[in-house]
């Protein structure tokens, strides 16, 4: 297989049926993570949600980083919980590629982004938990977070932690950014940060010590056009950590 100059994004498929009256299943990825990935550089590759390690390992060796995207909730059996009534809907065998996915990234120190369910993902993948729903398990008061008509709309603030990865990003400690999730990190995963919370003090933004790992719980690339900064996110990722990683391939 030919080599290629521009780094390869790998990206996760999610997994679904059409709808309620046809079961037909497919794996989607949504345009805007493929705009983003090519606006800012990358080659957006798909990785079809198949729970097959050796097909896993074969997509994984044609890329130069992961992008985990947002989707449904992340089965709380992966940390060690009952369902909570609020929890949404769950694809088991959609968190276990995802698991085998990181593993693999996680070895090579490949550069991973997860974004929203991705964030989750990552962390419960490093051993950490999830508020199933924030606004019945969150110790404290919190914002409305599950902004479903605003996804586009940058609504609150965020306090971004000095000399983190998001830091270097927009070097400044406050970013406003938009919001669409009922759960968020919880107990943190093992060789993890947080670097950025909200208003409330729910995690919006999460690290690897090693700095490979990044994980944003708003959805930039929902906001490259309104909002042009949140493009950083993407040409960084790229531009510096994936592209750095090539060059070590």
């Given at each position: ?27 989607f990825i949504n345009k805007s993570y ?72 996680f070895a090579r120190k490949m550069p ?138």
């Amino acid at each position: 297989m030919a080599s290629t100059s521009v780094p390869v994004i790998g990206i996760l498929g999610n997994y679904s049926t059409l709808s309620s009256t046809n079961s037909t299943e497919r794996f989607f990825i949504n345009k805007s993570y493929m705009e983003a990935v090519r606006l800012n550089g990358g080659l957006p590759m798909p990785i079809p949600c198949v729970d097959e390690p050796e097909y896993l390992k074969i997509c994984v060796d044609m890329c130069d980083a992961i992008l985990l995207p947002g989707g449904i909730d992340v089965d709380p059996r992966f940390y060690g919980e009952n369902p909570h009534q609020k929890l949404g809907t769950v694809q088991t065998d959609m968190d276990e590629v995802a698991f085998k996915l990181l593993e693999i990234a996680f070895a090579r120190k490949m550069p991973v982004l997860g974004i929203c369910r991705g964030e989750q993902v990552i962390n419960v993948a490093r051993g950490g938990s999830l508020y199933q729903d924030i606004a019945a398990n969150y110790e404290k008061e919190s914002m409305m977070h599950q902004q479903e008509a605003h996804t586009s709309i940058a609504l609150h603030t965020i306090k971004v932690e000095k000399g983190s990865l998001l830091h270097d990003i927009f070097e400044s400690e406050d970013v406003r950014v938009n919001t669409f999730h009922h759960q968020s990190v919880k107990a943190l995963g093992k060789d993890l940060v947080v670097t950025a919370v909200a208003p409330d003090g729910i995690v919006e933004a999460i690290e690897s010590n090693d700095k490979t790992v990044l994980g944003v719980q708003w959805h930039p690339e929902l906001l490259i056009h309104k909002q042009p900064e949140m493009n950083r996110i993407f040409e960084y990722f790229i531009q510096t950590m994936a592209t750095g990683y090539k060059k070590t391939k």
